[in-house]
């Protein structure tokens, strides 16, 4: 069976610290890859998508950056942490319709 | 945007049945229905989804209205564990068509009762 993982679970971080954010999935081989951000008290916005290692697409321009340096492998990332990038960020993957999601990482900027 | 709307809230008895509506009346002919559930703090739960026909599943029903314009969530016997707030989604196809953008919305807050 798949299974999705994100760590760290909770993060503290100061403005305009580095921020790294990694997911990986297991039991499935090239995955679609995504990064969803949820900020508080509202749905979910989806930040990149990847349908393979090296291959990215943003959906909306940001502060964050994504990679794929790995088949099942996805990191989020931020040079400089601003304050509105706290929220709950969680990766998923997907089969050809259905999107499996992780546990969520809960960022807190401040 | 959503292309989706949904009521903020409902309630429901322990053990009824919680009929979910949503309205997607832009719903273009290619584009998914899908339904996903999250509970607090936790990562969204997948329930179900479909395109024309109805559907079942082992977690719960989806009927689609013929014209595709509205759809309504069915969970038969609806436990206190239900207890989320529910998301209709209308999945957006990027690239290829293998893959899909889920366009979230507000959600409607089923609160279950005992």
């Known amino acids: 069976s798949q299974t999705i993982h994100q760590w760290p679970a909770t993060l503290v971080q100061p403005v305009g610290s580095p921020l790294s954010l990694e997911c990986t999935v297991e039991g499935t081989s090239n995955p679609n890859l995504y990064w969803y951000r949820q900020a508080a008290g509202r749905g979910l916005q989806l930040l990149f998508y990847?349908?393979?290692?090296?291959?990215i697409s943003s959906e909306v321009p940001q502060n964050l950056s994504a990679s794929r340096p790995q088949d099942r492998q996805f990191i989020l990332s931020s040079k400089k942490l601003l304050l509105s990038d706290s929220g709950f960020y969680l990766c998923?993957?997907?089969?050809?319709?259905?999107?499996?999601f992780g546990p969520g990482t809960r960022l807190t900027v401040t | 945007d959503a292309k989706t709307t949904q009521p903020p809230s409902m309630d429901c008895a322990e053990g009824r049945a919680a009929n979910l509506p949503c309205n997607h009346s832009t719903i273009s002919g290619n584009e998914y229905v899908y339904w996903y559930r999250q509970i607090h703090s936790q990562g969204p739960q997948y329930i179900i989804h479909?395109?024309?026909n109805n559907e079942t599943n082992e977690m719960a029903s989806l009927i689609i209205t013929e014209d595709r314009k509205s759809s309504t969530l069915i969970l038969p016997h609806a436990t206190l564990r239900d207890t989320a707030v529910y998301y209709c989604i209308v999945r957006v196809v990027l690239g290829s068509g293998n893959t899909g953008k889920l366009i979230f919305g507000q959600g409607t807050t089923l609160q279950v009762k005992p």
């Open positions: 479909g395109l024309k």
């Open positions: 998923a993957w997907s089969r050809p319709k259905e999107q499996y």
């Open positions: 990847s349908v393979g290692i090296g291959q």
